[in-house]
Each structure stands twice: as structure tokens, then as C-alpha cells.
């Protein structure tokens, strides 16, 4: 099983940019794809973006498409998610998945 260990929350105003990173340990992050979610207070979690082993695909929930980015370093073992043009509905704490793992997650505020 993979362990990921999610940074890079805060707090920011909307408009605004962050970028979250997921380091990966304990088996081969290369032949896997990644994925990140969200949960918002009182809500479902949900998908934000995925992203193939090779990071040559990928996909995103039609709310963030055009603003976040997600991408990955397999040499150094972590999936990154870029956020621009933040809104404050995109406040959620942002969790990073392979599989069955799950990391525990980084708040994201976006708050003027």
C-alpha cells in the first residue's frame, strides 16, 4: 500500500493561486495513476482531477477545468495540483488517492 502525505493548503484570496503537492512512499508511484479530491463542510467528497502513470493523460471535474492544473515528478515521487483563479467555492480540504489510499488531506480556504 502507498502512503501520501498531502501540503501546500492555506489560506488565499479569491483570484488567487496555490499549489498543493502529494509526496508518495512504499511502492512504485510510476506505474500508477493519481488522483485528488475534495471534501467541503456538510458535503460529499469529490473528484477534482486524475492524471495517468506516465502523466501524459488527464481529466478534471468540469468545475475546475481551465484553472487547475494537475501534474506529476515520477523521479520524485509526487503528484501536484495547481490552482488559479481560486474561488471561494473551491474551499474544501483537498485530499490526494491511489487506489485504497488516501492521504489526510490539506485545507484549502479561499476568503477575501
Known amino acids: 500500500q502507498v502512503q501520501l502525505v498531502e501540503s501546500g493548503g492555506g489560506l488565499v484570496q479569491p483570484g488567487g493561486s496555490l499549489r498543493l503537492s502529494c509526496a508518495a512512499s512504499?511502492?512504485?508511484?510510476?506505474?500508477?495513476?493519481m488522483n485528488w479530491f475534495r471534501q467541503a463542510p456538510g458535503k460529499d467528497r469529490e473528484f477534482v482531477a486524475a492524471?495517468?502513470?506516465?502523466?501524459?493523460?488527464?481529466n478534471y471535474a468540469d468545475s475546475v477545468k481551465g484553472r487547475f492544473t494537475i501534474s506529476r515528478d515520477n523521479a520524485k515521487n509526487t503528484v501536484y495540483l495547481q490552482m488559479n483563479s481560486l474561488k471561494p467555492e473551491d474551499t474544501a480540504v483537498y485530499y490526494c488517492?491511489?487506489?485504497?489510499?488516501w492521504g489526510q488531506g490539506t485545507q484549502v480556504t479561499v476568503s477575501s
Open positions: 488517492n491511489e487506489g485504497h489510499s
Open positions: 512504499g511502492r512504485t508511484f510510476s506505474r500508477y495513476a
Open positions: 492524471i495517468s502513470w506516465s502523466g501524459s493523460s488527464t
